[in-house]
């Protein structure tokens, strides 16, 4: 069952997915604002050889509470635009309540 809140996140069961806006190479990690269909998020790495993918799935995983592996890039893999799912969230960093 999927319910839609907003556009750059729906719940599907225990799973939530979203829809990022990264900005490579930035200051500084961090959730920044909904940007269009999308959350804007800030991270350190640069967008080489997959470095960016897999800082972005760490980064998820801490600020969710989850760990490593419950956090799957789903699309976007050579994009900045990127689909992401996350099973079970413990935490709730940005604004993606239940309703």
């Known amino acids: 069952m999927t319910t839609d809140v907003a556009s750059w996140y729906c719940w599907e069961g225990d799973d939530l997915l ?11 990690d961090g959730f920044i604002a ?3 269909d999308s ?3 800030r991270i350190t790495a640069p967008p080489v050889d997959g470095k960016a993918n897999a800082h972005l799935l760490r980064f998820l ?3 969710f509470g989850v760990s490593r592996g419950a ?3 789903v699309t976007g ?3 900045r635009n990127k689909g992401v799912r ?5 935490k709730l960093p940005i604004p993606a309540e239940r309703h």
Not at 21 to 26: E, L, M, T, V
Not at 86 to 90: E, G, L, M
């Open 18 to 28: 979203l829809s990022l806006r990264i900005q490579p190479r930035a200051g500084r």
């Open 34 to 36: 909904p940007h269009g």
């Open 39 to 41: 959350y804007k998020v």
């Open 61 to 63: 995983a801490k600020a």
């Open 71 to 73: 956090v799957t890039l």
């Open 77 to 79: 893999e050579s994009s």
């Open 86 to 90: 996350i099973h079970a969230p413990c």
